[in-house]
């Protein structure tokens, strides 16, 4: 597939640009899972989700790609983003998430609360005495950017993919969105991490009751035993004809429901409502839901969130290649207001938990399932018993369900609140 527009990078196929992509993730993957000494401490202090996005960059920074001329973003986003989120969010089982009890899900809402008005309140107490780090004249305004910051710690790289096309967000700043996004979050998993060595000591402060724990793990346990199975050829085929099949319906559907809004009621342009991708995104997410009361969800037992895994992972690989790992220097102001946003979201799971005398296991794979999604969730939980995994899992499943419509709410409010600068 060749570009189309005249470029100066040293390759100008998209099919060569693919291959590229597939063996950056290829490696990434490979080292990052290898028992040998030095890669094992290579990532213990450099996440494997920054260099999905890392390596690509270098390629498009040294002028070897470019992804601001190649195709291979707009295939990944329209096509590979929405069958993704089918994917990951056709396995909730809403009855399993009740049976975690309401502390369980308190803790979740909270943490997502706490995102959706972190960003926000950063943005306020930033602009008191620094409005020019939180502002930006178009179209490279810092709430547009942290957008998909928002989307990424409400359920994911998906979510985050949805908000960088849904909101428009300059390339020039979105990499240092990157770079906060992954070092604040690996930070506060961190903090995590270390509460979950203390869990005892923590629960016993707060007088939390974990009995509740042992009977979900024991559920888990028995769930994974009833269904797991080896995915067969059919499984993966049916898998693309749920995931690409609700892409299509959902390019149908926002066909339909962005011309109706643009022709009647353009007003809401300012809401992303008359955006064809924001309707793509929103019809897919509710595609998935819808699925997850049906047999489809049962794909889930053969591996379908991997799959969609894959869909995520080349999604981040094209994203990189759109990135100049230069620019991330030019806002380092920004690093900032990631700090008071992840702080305001730890201030109100904390304060919540006390309240509710919740477990330390809840507080942290509730707040982990928002801002690692899948990828990580499941490494918070596993922290406090190997069983309890995925449970991580199941709350960041429901966090790719909720990513959608929670970072976009966020992205209005942050558009509310942020100063107004010159064009």
């Known amino acids: 597939m060749a570009n189309p527009i005249a470029t100066q990078a040293l390759i100008q196929n998209d099919g060569v640009v693919v291959g590229i992509l597939a063996l950056c993730l290829g490696l990434v993957f ?21 260099m999905c996005y890392l390596l690509p960059a270098i390629f498009n920074s040294l002028g070897v790609i470019d992804g601001e001329y190649s195709q291979v973003y707009f295939v990944t986003s329209r096509f590979l983003l929405p069958a993704s989120l089918v994917l990951l969010t056709l396995s909730i089982d809403l ?84 770079a906060v996004d992954i070092i604040v979050a690996n930070i506060w998993m961190a903090v995590l991490l270390v509460m979950a060595s203390r869990a005892r000591e923590l629960d016993a402060r707060r007088g939390a009751d974990t009995s509740a724990i042992e009977v979900v793990r024991e559920a888990v346990e028995h769930f994974q035993r009833e269904h797991a199975r080896t995915p067969m050829l059919p499984d993966f085929m049916l898998m693309m004809a749920a995931g690409l099949g609700a892409t299509g319906a959902a390019h149908l559907g926002a066909d339909i429901i962005s011309l109706y809004i643009t022709n009647h009621h353009p007003e809401l342009a300012r809401f992303s409502l008359t955006s064809h991708f924001f309707w793509l995104i929103v019809i897919a997410t509710t595609l998935g839901l819808v699925f997850s009361f049906t047999r489809i ?4 037992a053969a591996g379908a969130h991997k799959i969609g ?35 305001v979201h730890a201030c109100l799971l904390l304060l919540v938990a006390r309240v509710i ?67």
């Open 309 to 343: 895994s894959v869909f995520i992972y080349f999604l981040v690989a094209s994203i990189g290649m759109k990135m100049d790992i230069t620019a991330v220097v030019n806002h380092p102001g920004i690093f900032l207001v990631g700090m008071l946003w992840m702080g």
């Open 30 to 50: 490979y080292t990052s899972n290898s028992p040998h000494r030095f890669w094992r401490g290579f990532y213990r202090y450099v996440p494997a989700l920054l």
């Open 95 to 178: 009855r399993k998430i009740v049976a975690l009890g309401p502390k369980a899900l308190i803790m979740f809402f909270t943490g997502t609360v706490g995102i959706v008005i972190g960003g926000p309140i950063a943005i306020l107490v930033v602009s008191v005495f620094s409005p020019e780090t939180v502002g930006g004249a178009a179209p490279n305004e810092i709430w547009r950017g942290m957008t998909t910051i928002a989307g990424s710690w409400i359920g994911g790289g998906a979510n985050q993919a949805a908000m960088y096309e849904m909101w428009e967000v300059s390339d020039e700043i979105f990499p240092t969105m990157i």
């Open 297 to 300: 969800k049962h794909l889930e």
């Open 357 to 423: 005398k919740a477990p330390t296991f809840f507080l942290a794979v509730g707040s982990q399932a928002n801002v690692g999604g899948a990828a990580s969730a499941p490494v918070v939980a596993a922290a406090f018993h190997p069983s309890l995994a995925p449970v991580g899992v199941l709350l960041a499943v429901l966090g790719y369900a909720l990513g959608t419509y929670a970072a976009w709410f966020c992205g209005v409010l942050m558009q509310m609140v942020a100063p107004v600068s010159g064009g």
